[in-house]
């Protein structure tokens, strides 16, 4: 019995060597592979909100600052003043643009221009119009007119 049991035991540390070999073998093939700069976000210790203001502030397009609208509001409260800043200077370009990336509907109302809003009816016009494009066309999306171009917004 003594004997079958030293066989279990080391078969069982036989095989946990290998399995632990293998791991950081392939661990090690991991980071020897990897882009080096993407290295650092395996012990960053920066928080999601973090990375999110990180990412607004430091990039240089539109297209990616936008992304600022696809987390929380809690998520921008740090930058909170420069994305109304930067919404405002923008949405008239946006709106005669038209960027397939712009989803007007993902852009808080209170952060639209009082410029729209006003030519909207108030915030209860301007949120009617979200209301009813996302039920006419199935949700998302900015509102158009017949030109194709966004209806609430700059002049078009």
Request: proline share 3%; aromatic share 12%.
């Amino acid at each position: 019995d003594d004997d079958d049991t030293r066989i279990k035991e080391d078969t069982a540390l036989a095989v946990l060597i290998f399995f632990t070999v293998v791991w950081l073998a392939s661990f090690g093939a991991f980071f020897r592979h990897i882009n080096p700069k993407y290295i650092k976000t395996f012990y960053s210790s920066q928080t999601a909100k973090e990375c999110l203001c990180e990412i607004f502030l430091n990039s240089n397009t539109d297209e990616q600052k936008f992304v600022v609208f696809k987390k929380h509001k809690s998520y921008r409260k740090a930058v909170e003043r420069e994305v109304r800043e930067w919404v405002k200077k923008r949405w008239d370009r946006w709106n005669f643009d038209d960027p397939s990336w712009f989803v007007m509907n993902k852009v808080p109302l209170d952060m639209i221009p009082e410029r729209t809003v006003v030519r909207r009816g108030g915030l209860l016009g301007a949120s009617q119009l979200f209301k009813d494009h996302k039920e006419d066309n199935g949700g998302g999306g900015a509102s158009r007119g017949g030109d194709g171009k966004t209806v609430i917004g700059g002049e078009v």
